[in-house]
């Protein structure tokens, strides 16, 4: 009986493990992809280069240049999102703001060392590379993060993928899985309680004394 029930943990695990193996190679392949890049003249766009449809695009506010004025930096903003990317497509970013600690202020060329170095005209010794951070979704709710530094153009990914879910959201999950397991464990259960029942009472039978051979008349009714 342990033995069974080894094999049957074994392959429970083995089975969980192989699904969301496949499980992850599907959301792979599913899975939009979406870079904050330079557009046509003075402009930027988000462009899904990912398998499928991007949800809600928004580029989070990042740190345009060092800090300066008392160390206080200077942060640059897209607030409007993209409502949706299809694959390939590119949707130009619109309204962007520059501000340092809330106020408004007008550093609009600043957004040049985004944009190639020939728009520039001449390079800056020690230049300062903008790193900023994109939020999207699929079609199933599931949220990405990109994030991706930029600078004359230069896009460099240095980090991607899934928003970590709520706690809840993970203890839901946790839940709906021991309950699987649980069921696909049942049968098995069953089984072995039927088992141990047989076995006990065979050794009660076997541990009962032996009737004498007055009983054994009686119960003949000789």
Avoid: H
Wanted: charged share 25%.
């Amino acid at each position: 009986m342990l033995a069974t029930v080894g094999v049957i943990g074994f392959y429970t695990i083995e089975t969980s493990r192989l699904r969301r193996e496949a499980q992850t190679q599907t959301e792979l392949q599913l899975r939009p992809f979406v870079i904050f890049e330079p557009a046509e003249g003075k402009d930027f766009c988000v462009r899904n280069i990912g398998n499928t449809t991007a949800l809600n695009v928004k580029v989070g506010t990042f740190a345009l240049s060092p800090p300066v004025y008392d160390d206080r930096a200077l942060m640059a903003a897209f607030p409007r999102p993209v409502p949706f990317l299809c694959t390939g497509e590119a949707c130009p970013l619109q309204g962007r703001t520059t501000t340092i600690e809330g106020q408004v202020v007008d550093y609009e060329f600043l957004f040049a060392r985004l944009r190639t170095a020939g728009d520039l005209g001449e390079e800056e010794a020690e230049p300062y590379r903008p790193t900023l951070r994109i939020e999207f979704e699929n079609v199933q709710g599931q949220r990405y993060f990109v994030q991706e530094s930029l600078l004359y153009g230069d896009i460099e990914i240095l980090d991607f993928g899934p928003v970590t879910p709520p706690a809840s959201s993970t203890v839901r999950n946790a839940r709906q899985r021991l309950q699987l397991a649980w069921q696909q464990l049942q049968p098995t259960w069953q089984q072995l309680q039927s088992a141990w029942q047989q076995l006990r009472w065979r050794k009660k039978k076997r541990a009962s004394p032996a009737p004498t051979l007055d009983e054994q008349e009686w119960v003949d009714g000789r």
